[in-house]
């Protein structure tokens, strides 16, 4: 596609409920990060892919959170048993492999709110 | 680890006047980049300039410009010409040649008052 396209936009989920998040990025785009953004705050980087190699999952927060992703195609993001604090904007990015050089570009992201 | 700080929350600026933003940052590199990021209401993240670090010229695109101090580990952003349209959450970004990582800093909200 155009773009990097994540959905739902938003996700209202019940504590103790588990959520999967999903990111399309750019065809060819060979690396995909994952970042959390509380409210009013920064980026927290979660989870980096590139192409077929071991991901960086050294941001992850807990054994709570996981992620997939098959090659160079869709990326999906778990959180099993959300917790209040989980509540936040979770974006996804995408780039060809030196992205520093070439680019990064973002989804809208997903708004979780667990109640 | 690499670190980016931006130590001003929030900043105003009367729409045509100029503004500064300002970020350090933290790093043992001596290759990396830069990036200054813009949020609007709508979450997406749009690329406003890009700095490589071993070009001491600062960048410019249009009317953003940056002044890339390396020995200090500065990197502020200016607008100038002020328009309603750069109302928005700015971020400064950090990304190590030799790593993977993007890291980002608080942001400041800016706003553009007419």
């Known amino acids: 596609g155009a773009g990097v396209s994540q959905s739902p936009s938003n996700k209202v989920t019940e504590k103790g409920k588990d959520v999967e998040l999903r990111c399309d990025p750019i065809?060819?785009?060979?690396?995909l990060y994952w970042y959390r953004q509380r409210l009013g705050q920064g980026l927290e980087f979660l989870i980096y892919?590139?192409?077929?190699?071991?991901?960086?999952k050294s941001g992850l927060p807990s054994d709570r959170f996981s992620a997939e992703r098959t090659g160079e195609s869709v990326s999906t993001l778990t959180i099993q048993r959300t917790q209040q604090e989980d509540s936040a904007v979770y974006l996804c990015?995408?780039?060809?492999?030196?992205?520093?050089?070439?680019?990064?570009?973002f989804g809208s992201g997903t708004r979780l709110t667990v109640v | 680890a690499q670190t980016v700080t931006q130590s001003q929350p929030e900043m105003s600026v009367q729409e045509a006047e100029t503004v500064t933003l300002s970020c350090t940052y933290d790093?043992?590199?001596?290759?990396?980049?830069l990036f200054w990021y813009k949020q609007p209401p709508s979450r997406q993240m749009i690329l406003v300039i890009r700095?490589?670090?071993?070009?001491?010229q600062n960048a410019t695109e249009n009317r953003f410009s940056v002044n890339f101090q390396k020995a200090a580990k500065s990197f502020s952003l200016k607008i100038s010409d002020s328009q309603l349209g750069d109302t928005a959450m700015y971020f400064c970004?950090?990304?190590?040649?030799?790593?993977?990582?993007?890291?980002f800093g608080e942001g400041t909200q800016l706003t553009v008052n007419p």
């Open positions: 990015a995408s780039s060809l492999r030196f992205g520093h050089i070439y680019g990064y570009t």
């Open positions: 970004a950090l990304r190590e040649t030799s790593g993977s990582r993007l890291t």
């Open positions: 065809s060819g785009h060979t690396a």
């Open positions: 892919f590139q192409g077929n190699s071991a991901p960086d």
């Open positions: 700095q490589e670090a071993y070009k001491q």
């Open positions: 790093t043992s590199e001596n290759n990396y980049y």
